[in-house]
């Protein structure tokens, strides 16, 4: 989540002198809505661990970055507090300058925790390693975010010129060595290139060797894109030690199922108020959270994935080989899943007998003999519900009731009041131009309002109530021109074509 705009605008709203009596506003239209705070110390956990005054900061820009996170803190804690109070909801935030190192401090203090890196991030004058690389260089290479499992294969197999073993056990996880990223930095010729050519390959994007060491430095320019309105997929899974009958799978497939419909209700249900008449497909939940509130599907999963991994069978001298490789068979999402009416145990039981539990068989047909290490149940190809929201943006206009409902503030900026205003005595129309040109204050106000969406500025002139806009009159002779046509040859009038016929048949008549 990118809050740049909002720590920004209330970096020039602090005062020093009352830090700890600070309010964070989160609207610039509305100083009124937002939150106290005390701005004397960064909230929550931070790294290094360490306390400083912000009064004392210098005002270099490590001191400017302290100030901006310390608000940047403040706001991921109401944030979470906010998401605790109204739904129920733990999470854990990491607030940094970036995506990379945001994730990365974020998992220092889970659950329910925060924590904040602090600057100096970088080299300083003694050429020691800032905070941002020390932290970097003592994760292993495959906790990196943006360097996936076979990515991180590829990279310890070179420093360590040999293929890494992996830990024992039948929990697939990391391997018994651990290669951390300063060893990958710091090792003898590496580079870009190096690393572009380790790396490339059918499926890697171009220029691969420069990202990858860009993260192994702690840069990530990458931009923090937009929340989508509705996921691609919603997936659940986990990992078993083992997993190989059918009585054990049944319920761990409740399990999965459950989880997957309480998240297609928290990410693709919103609420209806009780005066919205926009829609009809709206149903009251009868469990939950959201118990008693009116509720309506903003999108809909068309499919249901199930995916497993089956663990190969144990060689003739009884090592177990590792593998990765996932199977997986998908179908009809079945409609029942969308009732509203009835709890989530009722619709999982029932999903798992009439949906997954086929599934299942269609991808292991012998009845025994399967090992599985991972399930994964998904709901996929979600496509936008009838009277969802793009839909009911689309068409708010169109429905008779919602347009009456807001025609006073749509026509409010264009409704004119008829009041008798009286003239203003040896005004001066040329100088009252100019004055109000000259305005510093009223060009600004031209600009902020005058904003077209492409993003150009025009620049609206302001005149006297008495005064008019001369190029937007006609001129002299140039309406008449638009009218001209051919002329009569008795009288030579002139007319458009249109009239000529009835103009002759007057003169016929011996008019």
């Given amino acids: 989540m990118d809050v740049t705009e909002m720590v920004e605008f209330n970096t020039h709203l602090i005062n020093d002198d009352s830090r700890k009596n600070s309010f964070f506003v989160l609207s610039a239209d509305n100083n009124t809505e937002g939150f106290q705070f005390d701005g004397s110390s960064i909230c929550d956990n931070s790294y290094p661990r360490a306390v400083v005054d912000p009064t004392a900061l ?42 990379l190192l945001a994730k990365l401090v974020g998992n220092m203090n889970k659950p329910d925790g925060q924590t904040t890196l602090v600057p100096p991030y970088y080299l300083d004058l003694e050429d020691k390693p800032g905070e941002a690389g020390a932290f970097i260089d003592s994760h292993d290479i495959g906790r990196i975010p943006g360097i996936g499992f076979k990515l991180a294969q590829k990279i310890r197999k070179h420093v360590l010129d040999r293929p890494a073993d992996f830990d024992q056990g039948l ?75 059918l009585d054990q799978i049944e319920k761990e497939l409740f399990m999965l199922a459950k989880s997957l419909i309480k998240r297609l209700h928290l990410d693709l249900l919103e609420d209806v108020e009780e005066n919205d008449e926009s829609t009809s497909s709206v149903s009251i939940e009868p469990t939950g959270i959201f118990v008693g509130r009116r509720r309506r599907w903003v999108a809909h999963p068309r499919r249901l994935r199930l995916s497993t991994r089956p663990r190969p069978r144990p060689t003739a001298d009884g090592a177990q080989t590792r593998s990765f490789t996932r199977i997986s068979r998908s179908a009809p999402m079945p409609n029942f899943v969308f ?57 708010a206009d169109r429905h008779i009731g919602i347009m009456f409902k807001r025609q006073e503030s749509v026509l409010r900026e264009w409704k004119i009041d008829d009041t008798d205003i009286p003239p203003d005595e040896g005004l001066d129309t040329e100088s009252a ?20 969406n492409d993003g150009q500025d025009e620049i609206m002139a302001y005149t006297q109530d008495n005064t008019t806009d001369q190029s937007n009159e006609w001129q002299d002779g140039e309406y008449d021109d638009n009218l001209t046509g051919p002329a009569c040859k008795d009288c030579g009038a002139t007319m458009p074509a249109f009239a000529m016929a009835a103009h002759e048949r007057f003169h016929s008549l011996g008019a």
């Fill in 171 to 245: 929990i697939y996880g990391g391997t018994r060595e651990s290669v951390t990223v300063e060893q990958v930095r710091c090792f003898p010729g590496m580079s870009p290139q190096v690393l572009e050519a380790m790396l490339s390959g059918p499926g890697c994007p171009q220029g691969i060797g420069t990202r990858i060491w860009g993260l192994l430095n702690g840069v990530d320019d990458s931009e923090v894109a937009f929340a989508r309105d509705i996921p691609r997929q919603i997936s659940l899974e986990d990992s078993y030690l083992r997993l190989d009958t």
């Fill in 58 to 99: 210098p005002t270099t820009d490590d001191g400017v970055l302290y100030s901006r996170l310390l608000l940047g803190s403040h706001l991921a804690n109401y944030l979470r507090q906010s998401l605790l109070r109204e739904y129920g909801f733990t999470c854990t935030v990491g607030i940094s300058t970036s995506k």
């Fill in 339 to 395: 009732r509203l009416h009835e709890t989530v145990e009722v619709l999982a039981k029932r999903l798992v007998i009439e949906a997954l539990l086929p599934l299942f068989r269609k991808l292991h047909p012998e009845k025994s003999g399967w090992n599985l290490s991972l399930v994964n149940v998904a709901a996929t190809d979600l496509v936008e519900a009838a009277g969802g929201r793009r839909e009911q943006a689309a068409q």
């Fill in 433 to 452: 131009e100019i004055d109000m040109k000259d305005d510093d204050t009223v060009g600004d106000e031209a600009v902020t309002l005058a904003t077209t």
